[in-house]
C-alpha cells in the first residue's frame, strides 16, 4: 500500500501544477487537515474546500507557482516529499526559486488525512517517522 501513497501524492502534486483541482483533492479526506509551518499557521485548514480556497489565493498572488519534487521518502502511511517552489509575484515580478517548504502526508485505508508543510527537510523526515537521514 505504501507505494500507492507514494502514487496518490505525486499525482496530487501534479493535479496541483496542472490546476486541476478537483483532481488534486481527490483522495482528500472530507476532513483533511492541512498544516502550514508556524510563521503561516493562520492559513492552515480543513477539508478540501478550503484548502481549495487556500490554493485560489496563492494563485491571486503567483504567476504560475509550481512545485517541483526533489524526492520522495515512502515511509509506509506516510510521504515526505522534498520540494522546490517556483514562481513569480504577481505585483512585484519577483520570482522564487527555491526549497520553501517540504510536504509530509499521512494516509488512513489510502485516503490523504494530514498535509503538513515543513521549512526544514529533516523536520519532515523527522514527522515522517523514516530513518533517512537528509542530504547535506
Not at 7 to 21: C, H
Not at 48 to 55: A, I, K, L, Q, S
Not at 109 to 136: C, H, Q, S
Request: with cysteine; aromatic share 12%; proline share 4%.
Amino acid at each position: 500500500m505504501s507505494q500507492e501513497n507514494v502514487e496518490k501524492t505525486r499525482d496530487f502534486i501534479e493535479a496541483y501544477n496542472r490546476r486541476d483541482f478537483d483532481a488534486a483533492v481527490e483522495f482528500f479526506d472530507p476532513r483533511v487537515d492541512w498544516i502550514l509551518p508556524p510563521h503561516q499557521r493562520m492559513d492552515s485548514c480543513c477539508g478540501p474546500d478550503e484548502v481549495r480556497r487556500f490554493w485560489e489565493d496563492l494563485d491571486e498572488n503567483f504567476d504560475a507557482l509550481s512545485l517541483r519534487p526533489q524526492e520522495y521518502v515512502d515511509s509506509g502511511d506516510r510521504v515526505a516529499v522534498r520540494l522546490r517552489h517556483f514562481g513569480r509575484g504577481q505585483g512585484s515580478g519577483i520570482e522564487i526559486d527555491t526549497e520553501l517548504y517540504h510536504q509530509v502526508t499521512t494516509f488512513q485505508e489510502g485516503i490523504m488525512v494530514r498535509i503538513e508543510y515543513f521549512t526544514d527537510w529533516g523536520e519532515a523526515l523527522e514527522a515522517a517517522n523514516t530513518t533517512k537521514e537528509p542530504d547535506a
